[in-house]
């Protein structure tokens, strides 16, 4: 067996040294001390050994000395033998290196300091704030919706603990029990869980919301957190760890739902970022109990300053229920509203044109033809997500370079309605993209290659595809609609360049999300309803399909026959501001019902209805 050599002199004085500079700028200065008292020792010592000292005593050289340690201009007008000059000058040197190594020492002890308030470790002290635990390019977006959100309350406070030295009010591990009492969770309103950037990030989620829901001394009230995470196993742990106290968004599921439904109806994205952005119409719960024993088609017509969603009836929340479903005593009522408290009862019902009302045409449903440019984890939930809408028969195929395409997308087990197909190809390739034929599909689906390429290369990616779509289209006089899956915001202003129909950032709609449950949590069952194919669903539908054309009309005439199909009206699309960002792409929501327009071809009318 091999002994390990005894460490000699030379070693064991580095390791003392290098212990000793390890504990901090105060030991620093304390040794520089020492050193600085070592040098005037030694030089007085010397002097008075060689009888220099030019008739001083050991005291005054001393002295003499130590003001030349700490100025060394003091020795300018100095005047003896050589020796004593010679003795001062080495002081003074001495002096130059203790000086210039003491004031490195405070500046960076200094700036450490300064780095570490920065950071923030001090326990936050505010109240009602909203705690967000976690980090991620989500937190932005987060950020600034929460503030949209409490802009008519007097204060607002957000609070971010994450492990990231970044514009962050307390820095620290979300998962510590201990960096957790610095965020003060136990006065904050709402508390928001970031997913990580990562391989696994339920598994940091889980682990956050742990700490938060399992400390022994936490408050006896229950918390409001709002969290995301990828899949339903994660879902039922959290759960499981929480109870009601967590309202989870599936994060993975969510984004496929949306993608589904925007692919199959232009402009539909646009409708969605003005019902879930705080800067415009979002959905409100209301208390209105003069509304008590009419029915939900009677609160349509009544309300003003918004417009009567569902009903929140023992916790649960239906949107679009019939319009004879009576309204008892207790419900509350989904708006969609510009603010909290913008809907009221108004004192009578607006004058509804009957003869302006167009009679409703049932068409057969056709087969659709779908085409999935790239691939991510996304892909096979949107497969089966279509699978809900299309006819039998309509079909999809999906390309990527990635070689898992062909089975992931080929082997989607329980397909009612599409045959899907995967093949490998190029989406960035022209020639390839011209094979395909894809003015031959009803719609395309670009979606951004994110989990096996960094977020900047699969946007680029993204972005290529789109352009060469666009110049297809202008080529054979053929318009089709385009949804593009983006990874950061700033690309989609980029990529508007290849005017596309629809642009979903995935980040942003859940950031919006979060913010949305957070201010409101009776807004989660809403969403969930919203966004599941077996709820009521928003749906851009043709106009003429509703009302007479090139006629100037009420908004209560279209909420009148919308009613009439058992749907609600949200508001309309102008196909002619389509393409103007300004103007919200042509949507507008909530526009009132004394609101009066003239609609033409090709415009939409936003409901709400079940399929």
């Not at 509304?291 to 009567?308: N, R």
Request: glycine share 10%; net charge negative; aromatic share 4%.
């Amino acid at each position: 067996m091999t002994r390990t050599p005894r460490a000699g002199l030379k070693e064991r004085l580095s390791y003392r040294f290098d212990r000793f500079m390890e504990r901090g700028t105060v030991a620093l200065i304390a040794g520089l001390f020492v050193v600085s008292l070592l040098i005037i020792a030694g030089v007085v010592l010397v002097m008075i050994l060689v009888r220099g000292d030019d008739g001083n005593d050991p005291i005054q050289l001393t002295w003499m000395a130590m003001m030349r340690t700490l100025d060394a201009g003091t020795m300018g007008g100095d005047t003896g033998t050589p020796g004593y000059l010679l003795g001062m000058l080495a002081v003074t040197l001495g002096g130059i290196f203790v000086i210039s190594t003491l004031i490195g020492i405070l500046s960076n002890g200094l700036q450490d300091r300064l780095a570490a308030l920065r950071k923030g470790r001090s326990r936050v002290l505010e109240q009602d704030h909203v705690l967000i635990l976690g980090w991620s390019q989500q937190v932005f977006a987060v950020i600034s919706e929460l503030i949209e959100a409490g802009a008519g309350r007097r204060l607002t406070a957000i609070v971010v603990l994450a492990d990231r030295d970044r514009v962050v009010c307390r820095s620290g591990r979300p998962t510590s029990l201990t960096d957790l009492l610095i965020a003060n969770p136990d006065e904050a309103r709402a508390i928001v869980v970031l997913q990580p950037e990562g391989e696994d990030p339920d598994v940091d989620v889980l682990k956050t919301i742990l700490a938060v829901t399992g400390r022994p001394d936490r408050r006896a009230e229950p918390y409001r957190i709002v969290a995301e995470v990828r899949d339903e196993a994660s879902a039922s742990i959290a759960r499981l760890i929480a109870g009601d106290e967590v309202h989870l968004l599936m994060a993975d599921d969510l984004v496929s739902r949306i993608i589904a439904q925007t692919c199959r109806q232009s402009g539909l994205s646009a409708v969605y970022l003005e019902l879930l952005d705080f800067a415009g119409d979002e959905f409100h719960i209301a208390d209105l109990p003069e509304l008590a024993g009419s029915t939900f088609g009677d609160a349509v017509s009544l309300v003003t300053g918004g417009i009567a969603a569902g009903i929140v009836r023992d916790g649960r929340a239906q949107l679009c229920p019939p319009p004879s479903e009576p309204i008892r005593p207790g419900d509350r009522l989904v708006v969609l509203a510009e603010d909290h408290g913008s809907a009221r009862v108004g004192s009578g019902l607006q004058a509804v044109e009957r003869d302006a009302i167009v009679t409703a045409v049932v068409r057969e449903a056709a087969t659709e033809r779908t085409l999935l440019l790239g691939w991510n984890r996304h892909g096979p939930a949107i497969i089966r997500e279509l699978d809900e809408y299309v006819a039998p028969g309509s079909e999809v195929i999906a390309v990527s370079p990635l070689p898992r395409v062909v089975v992931e997308a080929g082997e989607i087990a329980g397909l009612r309605n599409l045959r899907a197909e995967g093949r490998l190809g190029n989406t960035t390739s022209r020639p390839m993209l011209d094979d395909l034929g894809v003015g031959s599909y009803d719609h395309v689906v670009v979606l951004c290659e994110s989990d096996d390429r960094e977020p900047e290369m699969a946007d680029a990616r993204t972005l290529l595809t789109l352009l060469h779509l666009r110049d297809i289209g202008a080529a054979a006089g053929r318009r089709f609609s385009i949804v593009s899956e983006m990874l950061d915001e700033r690309d989609r202003e980029l990529a508007e360049v290849a005017q596309a129909d629809d642009f979903i950032v995935s980040a942003r709609v859940l950031s919006l999300l979060l913010a949305q449950i957070a201010e409101t949590p009776e807004l989660a069952d809403v969403f969930r309803d919203l966004f599941d194919a077996d709820g009521a669903e928003v749906y851009l539908r043709d106009m003429a399909g509703y009302v007479a054309m090139e006629r100037e009309i009420g908004f209560a005439t279209l909420q009148a026959a919308a009613q009439a199909r058992g749907e609600v009206a949200l508001g309309y699309r102008i196909a002619a501001r389509a393409n103007d960002k300004a103007a919200a792409y042509g949507v507008a929501l909530n526009p009132g019902q004394e609101s009066r327009m003239t609609f033409a071809a090709g415009d939409r009318v936003v409901v709400l209805a079940e399929r």
